[in-house]
């Protein structure tokens, strides 16, 4: 348990960032999702638009510090051939 006045405030900063961070990833994941499924459904328009979508925020996420910066481009080349490889 924190005691000094330093340690409960840096206590307080990690709740904010633990919450701020949280609602960065889910919104990532929402984006990688829609990608994920208009990969499902075979549409090549939607996917290429959802995959468009998802590129920036994916990259926000590693200058957030949220991803690793290989982590990222590894979901990006992932998904990107399989939209390429809709037909």
């Known amino acids: ?3 000094s006045p330093q340690a409960k405030k840096r206590a307080r900063q990690n709740e904010k960032r633990a919450a701020v961070n949280k609602n960065r990833r889910s919104r990532i ?3 990688l999702r829609k990608v994920e499924e208009a990969i499902a459904s075979g549409d090549k328009e939607s996917a290429v638009a959802a995959l468009r979508a998802a590129q920036p925020e994916l990259m926000r ?3 957030k510090g949220i991803f690793h910066k290989n982590t990222a481009s590894r979901k990006m080349s992932r998904l990107s051939a399989r939209v390429k490889s809709i037909a």
């Open 29 to 31: 994941r929402t984006f």
């Open 61 to 63: 996420g590693v200058t």
């Open 1 to 3: 348990m924190a005691n």
